[in-house]
């Protein structure tokens, strides 16, 4: 693995690279992205802290919305196959544990293309009815449950089953799975595994995911049903289709992008209502005809992924700034999210938001989030059942992920009636 040459630049004054800055909670740190947005637009900073033994110079910050929607929209001047993770870390394995995620068009296209096939207006609507169905349970368990610990009790578990019926993983392998899924999202927290463990277990995280959907995929080959996996092993775009280890890798990419991110905006959206009952009431009076633009609110206030990367593939400018081929750009979508010159009083959480083109299912072009539609019916699904059903819910103080990489909570005491 060859670094990039180290480039004689200076980094910026501003920090947003240390422990320190990451364990700060997410308005603190907005603090310093709101002096970068109202700043020169680009800076310079020392890299991430990396698991790997791997240098890098440093990487450009952009923090302004229109800057990171510009980098995503061009991947022919921001490559993704080198990567996404704004932490240094080695191509190759970045390849087996994101699969499309970390391609460029047009290979990128055709697993798209593919993937989308599967679903299917016949799987989506199967897909819709077990997201109900799982809804209405969850929340079943909840109604007058007392003192609960809100996040293993609530927020985790709509994502999960989702994906897992969505792929057909048998309820014997489910907590498995989960566990893998969970594992492999919270490696920058200490709390969930040690040093030692931080490179050796998440490799055996993802062989388990990956193996699991190369189970999957050949039971369906040999077994056809009528669901998702089915379609998935029979897809075929421009005479390709899917092998058995790509099924794998997308089961590794839908554990980690479907799950945590859809777990963190229902406790951050939860919060937010909790916190501020008025607007609860405002939902509550039409809720059909308000919950669609309310979401796009969770989604813009939870910011549940905090930034990707790209690397520039020629010598460029990002909103006249120069930026040579080599260059690591980090698009930080929580700060995106709250640009002053795109949103109103970006530090309130607003269901009333005419406008909210928030940038937390990424900026556009190639890799907007595919799950986008799946996560806000959850969304709507589960809220549903929370704000109708649940007569008191009373939550004490957040304990926070510490993660350059996902805005997380990892556990939230409530009182629930
Ligand atoms: C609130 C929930 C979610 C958030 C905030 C979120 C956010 C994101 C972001 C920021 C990206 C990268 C976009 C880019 O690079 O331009 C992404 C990509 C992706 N997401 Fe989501 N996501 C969510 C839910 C889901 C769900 C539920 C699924 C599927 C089960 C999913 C599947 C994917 C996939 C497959 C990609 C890669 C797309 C590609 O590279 O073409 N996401 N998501």
Known sequence: MTAAPVKAREYSSFDITSDDFWSRPFAVRDETFAQLRAGQGLTWHQPLE??????????????????????????????????????????????????????????????????????????????????????????????????????????????????????????????????????????????????????????AQIALLSNTGIELAKFRRAHPGDDLMTSMVNAEVDGHKLTDEEIGAFLILLASAGNDTTKQATTHAMMALVENPEQREWLMEDFDGRIGPAIEEFIRWASPVIQFARFATVDTEINGHPVSAGDKVGLFYCSANRDETVFDNPGIFDLRRESNPHLGFGGGGPHFCLGSQLAKTELRNLFRELLSRLKIVEFGEPDLLFSSFAHGVKRLPAHIQ
């Open 50 to 203: 990396s698991m790997f033994p791997i240098e890098e110079p440093g990487f450009w910050a952009l923090t302004r919305r229109a800057d990171i929607a510009f980098v995503s929209q061009h991947p022919e001047l921001f490559t993704s196959a080198q990567g996404v993770a704004l932490s240094p870390m080695p191509a190759e394995i970045q390849r087996f544990a994101s699969f499309f995620l970390s391609m460029d068009p047009p290979q990128h296209t055709v697993y798209r293309r593919l993937i989308s096939s599967a679903f299917t207006p016949r799987n989506v609507r199967q897909i819709e009815q077990q997201i109900h169905d799982n809804a209405v349970a969850i929340v079943d368990d909840l109604v007058g449950a007392g003192d609960v610990e809100f996040v293993s009790a609530c927020s985790a578990k709509l994502p999960m089953r989702t994906i897992m019926d969505m792929l057909g993983v048998p309820a014997a392998d489910q907590p498995d799975v989960a566990y893998a899924a969970d594992k492999l999202f919270g490696i920058s927290d200490e709390e969930y595994v040690s040093d030692d463990e931080r490179v050796g277990d998440p490799v």
